[in-house]
Structures are given as C-alpha cells and as structure tokens.
C-alpha cells in the first residue's frame, strides 16, 4: 500500500506544484483567457494565494515524508489541498463550469484518501 500511497502523492504533487506555478506566473487575465474563466471572480491577490497554497501544498505531499523531517506534514498538506479542491468545486459548481467538476472532485477524492491514510493506517 505504500507505494500506492506514493504513487499518489508523487503525481498530485506534479498536478499541484504545476497548476500553482502557473497561477503565480502568469497574470489573472491570462489565466482567464486559457481558460481558467473562474479567475475573473477572484483579485490578483486571491488568484496568487491559491497558486502559493497549491505549490506549498503539492510539494507539502512529497519532501516531508521522503526526507523523513517532520513527516506528519505530508497528510496536513493533503487535508489543506483537499479543502482548495471543496474550495474549487464548490466555485465551478456556482459558475455551472460542469466540465471542471469532474476533476476537481477526483482530486479531492485523492487528497482526502492521501490525508486518511497517511495519518491512519499508512502514518510514515
């Protein structure tokens, strides 16, 4: 299982740690005309928030538990991407972006099951 666990972490933390740098790099408005149409609700502010907490998040997943320096960090870091993806559903669900949906609620299945069992059964 624990490679599971792993695998999982390794390829939310590449999903996260991209996403987020986009959000960081480039401008809202370009965000927006890529299609990432939520970004005209949210200030710059808002929009760059949520790339700092995908980056810290995703790479939160992988390098306190590889490194095995305060490895409870790496199911803390699930819980909190796992509330920006509620965070993200709930947003394109308000938007009816009905094709969005889908992957953000089996990001937010991942994540959830990456924080359970990291501070449960799977704990490293």
Aim: proline share 5%.
């Amino acid at each position: 299982m624990d490679v599971v666990l792993w695998i999982i972490a390794g390829v939310l933390a590449a999903v996260f740690v991209a996403s987020g740098l986009l959000k960081l790099a480039l401008p809202r408005a370009r965000l927006t005309a890529s299609g990432m149409a939520w970004a005209e609700d949210l200030d710059d502010g808002q929009v760059k928030a949520i790339g700092a907490a995908e980056v810290l998040g995703g790479l939160g997943l992988v390098l306190p538990a590889a490194t095995g320096i305060v490895p409870v960090l790496t199911p803390i870091a699930a819980a909190g991407l796992a509330v920006v993806m509620v965070g993200a559903t709930l947003t394109h669900v308000r938007r009816r972006e009905g094709r969005a949906v889908p992957v953000t609620l089996v990001l937010l299945g991942l994540t959830v099951f990456l924080a359970v069992m990291r501070f449960g059964p799977s704990a490293s």
